[in-house]
C-alpha cells in the first residue's frame, strides 16, 4: 500500500517533502503536470522502489479519484503559486488551486483518508500592517493568489466539519531553498537573487526594498508537513502559520548575500507591484504549541545551505 500522495511532487516544496519522506523509508506516490513542477526535481527518485510517479492533472476529477487509491495521507502542495501570474491570469490560478484542491478534498473524503494536509499562504493576510500574524487575524487578499488559497483553507475546513475529513491547513511564509526554480519569469525572489549574484548580475528590487517578509527554508516547511501529518484531533480543521518569526527587509537580504558571496552589488529599484504586500511576520506559538513545530534551520542558516546548492548546478547559472 502507497503511504503517502504528494500533489505538486515535481515542483519546489513538494520535491524536498517526497525526498525527506522517501529518506525515512515511506512508501511514496507523487503527482505532477509539470506546469510549475520540473522534471529534474524527482530524477533522484525515479529508481526508488518506494516512488511512484504518476503524471496528471488534478482538475481532471477522475484522475485525482484514480491517484488517490491506497493511499492514507495527502500532502497536497500543487498550485499555480504566483502572485503576479494569478494577477495576470487568474482563471488559470483560480481553476488549479481551487477546483483542483476542491477535486482532491472530494477524491480524499470518498477515500476514507487519513490526514489531508492543504498548503495554504500567508499572502492571505494581505496588507493589514498589524505584526506579527496571527492566524485569527482577519484575511484581506489582495491577489487572485491570495484570494483562491484562502478559498482552499475554506474548502479544507468545511470537509472536517461537515464530512470528517481529517484536515490540516499550513500558511507558509515566504518560502526558499534547494529546487526552487531561479529561472522561471515568476521565480521568487531570493533565488532570483542568487542567480544575479552568481551570474554577477545586479539584482532588482520592486519598490524601496525596505518591505519585510518572515523568510522560511524548506525544509523547516518540510518538518511542518511531517508534524502536521502525525498531529492529534485537536489539529483538525486548524489553520497554522509555518515560518520563522524573523523578519528580514529585501536591502538586508542584499547585504547577506553580499557577505555569503563576498561580492558587492547595489541593487536596481523599480516601481512596486501590484498585489505586492508590503510587510509580513508571523506568529508561529500556535504551531509550536499544538504541533510541536520548531524552525531548526534559521533564516542566514538557509541562504547559505541556498547559496551552496545553486552555486552547485549549472541550471541555476544559465
Known sequence: MIKYLITGGAGFIGSNIVKKLLDNGELVRAVDNFATGRKENITEFLDNKNFDFIEGDITNIDFCKRIIKNIDFVL???AVP???RSVEDPLTSNDANVNGTLNMLVASRDENIKKFIYASSSSIYGDNPELPKREDFPVRPI???ALTKYVGERYAQIFWQIYGLPTVCLRYFNVFGPKQNPNSQYSAVIPKFINN???DETPVIFGTGEQSRDFTFVENVVDANL???NSKEKANGQVFNIACNQENSLNQLVTLLCG???KNFVPEYRQGRQGDVLHSLADISKAKEILGYEPRTQFKQGLE???EYYKSFKINTK
Do not use: C, D, G, W
Open 76 to 78: 497536497h502542495e500543487a
Open 82 to 84: 504566483s502572485v503576479q
Open 305 to 307: 545551505k541556498s547559496f
Open 227 to 229: 508534524l502536521a501529518v
Open 143 to 145: 491577489s487572485p493568489y
Open 260 to 262: 555569503i558571496t563576498r
Open 197 to 199: 549574484f552568481l551570474k
